[in-house]
């Protein structure tokens, strides 16, 4: 057993990412695994690696879902949306993306996309109420959609419901602005961060 603290001799818990490893153990969905994972990494409480080196130390084999989506993380996905948007187009004809590639406008620093197809200069970006409670992180949102779409950009903005919710429409409209896209010579694409 890890460490534990006490608090006011009544209330006993463990690390954080022990608490991730336990939680999901009792899971047997890939969308509520990431979405535990992606709520722990976001709000700061333990990082992938501590996640991973629990996981590790526990040796559970039958922890299948969250090795699935520490692969995912590891290969980029940076929350359970993204990582529902990746199965979505998994299941799809269309071309593959770039998943959170950096972009640079004429070699400065542009935006990270939650996908991006070159060839057509096409960003879609997942967004969440969630994660945009705060009005400073909702003005940052649009000010990096602003600069995307101020760069030639043709930027699809989603939600999570609608991903899950609305599927055939979602990938005809990717489909769509692929068809009407072109590329651009001032966006350049660096390394994924993830």
């Not at 590790?56 to 996905?77: F, K, M, P, Q």
């Amino acid at each position: 057993m890890p460490r534990s603290w006490t608090v006011d001799l009544a209330l006993r818990y463990a690390p954080p990412a022990r608490a991730v490893v336990d939680t999901v153990s009792a899971l047997t969905g890939l969308p509520e695994v990431r979405t535990v994972v992606a709520s722990a990494v976001q709000q700061r409480r333990c990082t992938i690696d501590q996640i991973a080196r629990e996981l590790r130390e526990r040796h559970s084999a039958e922890n299948v879902l969250l090795r699935a989506v520490l692969a995912e993380v590891a290969d980029g996905t940076e929350s359970a949306a993204e990582g529902d948007l990746r199965d979505l187009m998994g299941r799809s004809d269309l071309p593959v993306p770039f998943y959170n590639p950096t972009l640079f406008l004429d070699g400065k620093f542009l935006a990270r996309p939650d996908a991006w197809w070159p060839e057509a200069a096409v960003a879609v970006e997942v967004d969440s109420r969630e994660f945009h409670l705060l009005p400073e992180d909702w003005e940052q949102t649009m000010r990096r959609h602003r600069r995307m779409s101020a760069a030639g950009l043709s930027v699809l903005h989603l939600s999570p419901r609608q991903l899950r919710t609305e599927p055939r429409q979602v990938l005809a409209d990717i489909a769509a602005a692929l068809r009407a896209g072109r590329p651009t010579t001032r966006v350049t694409m660096g390394q994924p961060t993830g």
